[in-house]
């Protein structure tokens, strides 16, 4: 009795689904009817061959069933569907995939054996199944992708399923072309620190290296894929890691947290050097900028020096051979502006998203991966990754490595054998820049793509744009691409800090880059796109930096309750500049009177002061008081750097002048004569008085 009602119940249901399906309000309905026969999970485990290429050719499918419906269930059924009709293009191939409905899955359904009996299932309980046909028992015949799909069903009923897509690649009359491909792994990362010293403003890079970590699992992919992968690291975060194999502190609400070296920071940085000592490293600006924002908001000059301090960066530490000539901005995406930045900083290659340089017309095929863009600086190469191909790297959802495998071997297969190919075409691959891989899946799908018929990979250099390349519409940079550069708010105080941090080199005896350059660069990443605040913070402790190095040289004596007298009304005023740095330094000192009707300067430098590390130097400065006068008046004193600009605050100076001219000499001259007048008199007097005094003694002495 309780298998003839659950039997008319589950005819009953499908009987209501067409009803339910035509009436008002019927995509709530089919979700609702969705949800309900959800209730088994079946999933596929293996396919094999992955792609058969003949009409004989066994094609076992193996996974399993999960009761998820809470109660014991019998009259079980795994079915395989399919159809043989094959896809006519790529995009209908991704609208069954993505459909979820178990009313539009293929209607056939093998009578051999391509299905299997389940046993009684208990609740939670799981089952195995395996199907096996052929080519010729599916219909197949040409080569192509198929739909296929394998359905749960009870009594007949179909209660859930799972969509893949088949390929059979027989042999064709006229032999497929070896497109091209060309993969693109980035290693990029958000800043960690400030400054260069060893204080991290969080300590989730550690988190990243250890275990399962992000970081950690590009490292396991580097260590098996082949050399034709082209890996972009931001040298940023190799500093950053390179400081942590020496010991560290982690800023916290508390205040600091030392950290010992870090052992998986030195077997990282050890593991990339040694996979990828011979596979293409390409190097980001340092810190990974945001190139759009610093064009449109006046940076131009951050730009190059990233790049440059970038390659610098990426050499040194990680690859000898890594190259800054390609550049993959933010999103994929740049406009006119950017891309004439980047291209008078020697970039002559940018990785865009699809939808940054569409094809001028709409295109049932897939458009080659190169184009050339005009820029100021001459042609540039635009290398546009293939958005379903980059995706499967990265998929949004739980997606088997086994599912997705199947769908990159079709997704190339369609490519290969698109109608009006005459040459090979070039694809790339560039999942999002800051992903978090699956280690599995990505050396899977790297594996596949080495041993496809109808692939040969490649390194990203060498995709240049063919003489069939479909034309691109140009650069296509929406209001919505501005909006998520970093704004002018943000960048302004980034801006001031870069121009107060360049002074610190330019005051130096030995000119050097100033070695704030990459502090103020952190600023600028595009990291801080999601998290504004954050960046603020840091922008905040870098100002500080920068600010107490310039309070470093300084000009001494410049106390307002401490005025420097002029005696006269003209003299030499000394003006000192302490240099509390360890290096010897040169500059120019500015003077300027406040009152030039009372107080007038005539100070000329020729050559700059030069004053060793931790000592002062003086300049001697000629002061003119105007007649009759004396008080208090001020000077404005600038410190400047060898091309005259302004180092630190301008400090003001009180001269006190005592000067006397006219009347007042003369009321000196007479005080003067008559002070000259008495000491003479003065002298005189003494001078009787003695002659007296011994004439006395002599007397005393004749009468004795």
């Keep these: ?58 094609i076992k499918i193996t996974g399993t069933v999960r009761n998820d419906t809470g109660a014991d269930t019998s009259g079980l059924q795994v079915r395989l569907r399919y159809l043989n009709q094959r896809f006519a293009d790529r995009a209908t191939m991704a609208t069954y995939l993505s459909d979820q409905n178990t009313a539009t899955l293929p ?47 009870q009594y007949s009923v179909p209660q859930a399923a799972v969509r893949t897509v088949l390929t059979y690649a027989p042999a064709t009359p006229q032999k497929l072309p070896r ?36 970081l950690a699992d590009l490292a396991r992919i580097a260590q098996s894929a082949p050399a034709t992968v082209t890996w972009v690291f931001d040298p940023a975060l190799l ?33 990339m050097r040694s996979a990828l000592a011979a596979s293409p490293v390409v190097a980001t600006p340092y810190a990974d900028p945001d190139v759009a924002a610093l064009a449109h908001q006046g940076l131009d000059t951050q730009t190059h020096r990233a790049i440059e301090l970038g390659g610098q960066t990426a050499r040194t530490l990680l690859n000898r051979n890594a190259t800054t000539n390609l550049n993959w901005p933010a999103d994929g995406v740049l406009d006119p502006d950017a891309l004439d930045l980047l291209s008078v900083s020697d970039v002559d290659t940018v990785l865009l998203n699809a939808t940054n340089l569409p094809p001028q017309q709409p295109v049932t095929t897939t458009p080659d991966g190169a184009a050339t863009l005009d820029s100021v600086n001459g042609p540039v190469t635009a290398l546009v990754a293939d958005a ?114 360049q002074l610190t080199s330019l005051i130096m005896q030995q000119k050097t880059q100033s070695r704030f350059d990459a502090a103020v660069l952190r600023l600028t990443s595009s990291a ?16 500080k930096a920068v600010d107490d190095r310039l309070a470093e040289i300084k000009i001494t004596g ?45 100070f000329a430098q020729p050559e700059p002061l030069t004053i060793g590390g ?11 008081a105007a007649p009759d006068t004396s008080g208090d008046a001020t000077v404005t004193v600038q410190l400047k750097t060898a091309d005259g600009q302004p180092y630190g605050k301008p400090q003001r100076l009180t001269i006190r002048t005592t000067g006397y001219t006219g009347i007042a000499l003369v009321i000196v001259g007479a005080a003067l004569t008559v002070m000259l007048a008495a000491v003479v008199t003065r002298l005189l007097r003494r001078r009787s008085q003695r002659k007296l005094a011994r004439a006395a003694k002599n007397r005393e002495s004749e009468s004795v």
């Design 107 to 153: 209607s056939s359904v093998s009578t051999r054996n391509s299905f299997m009996d389940l046993p009684p299932l208990a609740a939670g309980g799981t089952a195995q199944w395996t199907i096996t046909a052929t080519p010729v028992q599916l219909g197949l015949s040409t080569f192509g992708v198929y739909p296929i799909a394998v359905d749960v069903a």
């Design 179 to 214: 497109n091209r491909i060309a993969i693109a792994l980035p290693v990029i990362d958000q800043p960690h620190r400030a400054t260069d010293d060893a204080a991290f403003v969080d300590d989730k890079l550690s988190q990243s290296l250890a275990g399962r970590g992000r």
């Design 388 to 501: 379903e191909l980059s995706r499967l790297f990265e998929p949004a959802s739980s997606t088997s490595t086994l599912l997705s495998t199947q769908r990159f071997i079709a997704e190339t297969a369609m490519i290969a054998a698109e109608p009006g190919q005459t040459a090979p075409r070039s694809l790339v691959v560039a999942p999002s820049r800051r992903w978090n891989p699956n280690p599995t899946l990505v050396t899977a799908l790297i594996k596949t793509a080495g041993k496809l018929p109808w692939l040969q990979p490649v390194k990203l250099e060498s995709i240049k744009p063919g003489k069939g390349a479909v034309p691109r519409a140009g650069l296509t940079y929406t209001d919505q691409d501005r909006k998520e550069e970093l704004s002018r708010k943000y960048l302004d105080p980034v801006k001031d800090v870069w121009s107060k941090s």
């Design 528 to 543: 801080w796109r999601n998290s504004t605040r954050a960046g603020r913070s840091v922008t905040s402790e870098v100002k």
């Design 1 to 58: 009795m309780i298998r003839k009602a659950t039997l008319l119940a589950a005819l009953s249901a499908a009987l209501l689904a067409p009803l339910v399906a035509v009436t008002p309000g019927s995509a709530a309905a089919k979700a609702a009817v969705t949800a309900q026969r959800q209730s088994y999970t079946v999933s596929i485990s293996s396919i094999t061959p992955e792609a058969p290429r003949n009409l004989t050719d066994e």
């Design 558 to 602: 410049a106390s307002p309750d401490s005025p420097k007298t002029l005696a006269g009304s003209n003299g030499v005023v000394p003006i000192s500049v302490k240099n509390e740095l360890g290096v010897p330094i040169e500059l120019y000192i500015d003077i300027k009177s406040d009152n030039p009707e009372l107080l007038t300067v005539n």
């Design 239 to 271: 500093d950053d890691v390179s400081r942590m194999t020496k010991g560290y502190t982690v800023k916290t609400k508390d205040g600091e947290e030392k950290k010992p070296a870090s052992a998986e920071a030195t077997a990282w940085l050890t593991t």
């Design 614 to 624: 931790g000592q002062s130097g003086t300049v001697q400065v000629q002061m003119n």
